[in-house]
């Protein structure tokens, strides 16, 4: 029997936030609690949990792992309800994978944007272990004519002024049977692991989906329940929220979000370090949901940009440490900004485009030093 089973956390939002203080997180709001990572404590391969940020809608449900079962039904030849050791029996895989708010980046947007005013760090990476979807999917048996895939968390509140009640929800599209799956749902994994241990009640436990590459509403936590149908799915989540609204030729246009935007963050120095020594190294981090990053360059005081050596083998979709030593003279303040680019091409715009809700905003990372 899994230890996870014995896990029986209660989730107290005074010390959620109390711990978050601590870890050196910055604090957005306390219920629900959202805080975010500060770059220079991004810096590694892996983010430890304790320091990973924390996005929520609604309070954190207290799952006992003991009672959990997750149904999987609709559009499907054979209902199943899983507890959490059968799920566990049915596979275990883990990759790397970052996930990122696709508000990230937010409290950048000018004109200014309402929502939650991330800074840079609504990101994190981690070795998420878990079984893949399709394996599940194929065991249930989806009907020819499915077309997407909700997934339904256990956390539930009220949005938008209206005085109904609603869960977490999201979909995924699949292919028809025989076809492969959609491209973002082929990777997907029911992970009930992070870094190494069972889910912190606070990033889902005791399952949460994972679909590496996109932005991270797509990792629906606290599942319960997984409904095929051969419908759109219309939920808040879906269609409210988490869509890019913007105007193309007079007309407004509205797209989901979907991949992680490419994008690179500087961890070490810190803004507003202190620089004693004409050398140093500038850091840090750098992914793109599309393809694995090829290119990061850094350019100081504006001046040309120039390549990064990339570092480690952070796996298709973790992110890719570099660094770069640098030789600048003082005294004074020296500007760094970092660009990336993936290997089909893309790379960071100097502005991002504004749009209402605030999303996909990869601004170029700058960060201002004083070399003494
Ligand atoms: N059930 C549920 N899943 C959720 C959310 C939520 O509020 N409820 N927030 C989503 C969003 S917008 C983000 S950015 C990530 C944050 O994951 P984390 O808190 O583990 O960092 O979870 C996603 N999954
Ligand atoms: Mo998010």
Known sequence: MSSSNSLVLGTDPGRDWREAVSAGLVARSEQPLNCETPPPLLGGDVTPTSRFFRRNHFLIPDLDAGTWRLQIGGLVNRRLTLSLAELRHLGSQSLAAVLECAGNGRSLFSPAITGERWDLGAVGNATWTGVPLADVLDLAG??????????????HGRVGGSPET??????????????????????ALLAYE????PLHPRHGFPVRLIVPGTYAVTAVKWLTAITVTDQPFE???QTSQYVYEWQRDGALVREPVGLQRVRALITDPAAGAEIRRAGFAVRGIAWSGAAPVTRVEVSL??????????AGEPGPHGWQCWELP?????????SIRARATDRVGRTQPAQPQWNRLGYGGNFLHEVQVRLR
Do not use: K, T
């Not at 499915?146 to 968390?153: K, M, P």
């Not at 929800?169 to 799956?181: A, D």
């Not at 640098?326 to 020296?334: E, S």
């Open 142 to 155: 989806v009907r020819q004519e499915a077309r997407e895939v909700i997934f339904r968390g256990a956390d």
């Open 166 to 187: 609603i869960a977490f929800e999201r979909s995924l599209r699949i292919g028809p049977p025989g076809e492969p799956c959609a491209p973002l749902a082929h990777e």
């Open 194 to 197: 992070m870094n190494g241990e």
């Open 235 to 237: 939920g808040y989540f």
């Open 301 to 310: 005081d504006g001046g040309g940009w120039q390549a990064a050596s990339l």
């Open 326 to 334: 640098v030789r600048a003279r003082g005294p004074g303040v020296l």
